[in-house]
C-alpha cells in the first residue's frame, strides 16, 4: 500500500507560478515512478510529467519549458513546479504512484485554477 498527499493547488493569475507537492508513505521502496496527471471535466486524465527511481524525467508536450518535476529523496516527495500559467492548465492535478508490477496509486487531487 501507498499513500499519497498532494498539497499546492489553488487560484493562480496567468503568467503566475504555483508548486505543487505530494508526499508518499507506506510502501515507498516499491515505486518504481512517480508522476503528475491532471483532468478537466468531461475528457481524460492526461500525463503531465514522470520521474522515475533513477532521475529520469518525462514531460508531456504542455508542460515543456513552462513545468519542472523534482523530487526530495529524503522527505518522500515528489513536486512539480508551474511557470507561466495558463488559463488551459486549470485542471485537478493528481499525483500517482507507480510500483513494481505495475500496479498504481493516486492521491485525492488539487485544483488548480489559473484566471484573472
Same mark, same amino acid.
Given at each position: 500500500?501507498?499513500?499519497?498527499? &498532494? ?20 510502501? $515507498?521502496?516499491? $515505486? ?13 486524465? &492526461?500525463?503531465?510529467?514522470? $520521474?522515475? #527511481? ?11 519549458? #513552462?513545468?519542472?518535476?523534482? #523530487? ?6 515528489? %513536486? ?7 488559463? &488551459?492548465?486549470?485542471?485537478?492535478? %493528481?499525483?500517482?504512484? &507507480? ?18
Amino acid at each position: 500500500q501507498v499513500q499519497l498527499v &498532494e498539497s499546492g493547488g489553488g487560484l493562480v493569475q496567468p503568467g503566475g507560478s504555483l508548486r505543487l507537492s505530494c508526499a508518499a508513505s507506506g510502501s $515507498i521502496f516499491l $515505486i518504481n515512478v512517480m508522476g503528475w496527471y491532471r483532468q478537466v471535466p468531461g475528457k481524460q486524465r &492526461e500525463l503531465v510529467a514522470v $520521474i522515475t #527511481r533513477g532521475g529520469t524525467t518525462t514531460y508531456a508536450d504542455v508542460a515543456k519549458g #513552462r513545468f519542472t518535476i523534482s #523530487r526530495d529523496s529524503a522527505k518522500n516527495t515528489v %513536486y512539480l513546479q508551474l511557470n507561466s500559467l495558463k488559463p &488551459e492548465d486549470t485542471a485537478v492535478y %493528481y499525483c500517482n504512484a &507507480e510500483l513494481r508490477g505495475g500496479l498504481m496509486y493516486w492521491g485525492q487531487g488539487t485544483q488548480v485554477t489559473v484566471s484573472s
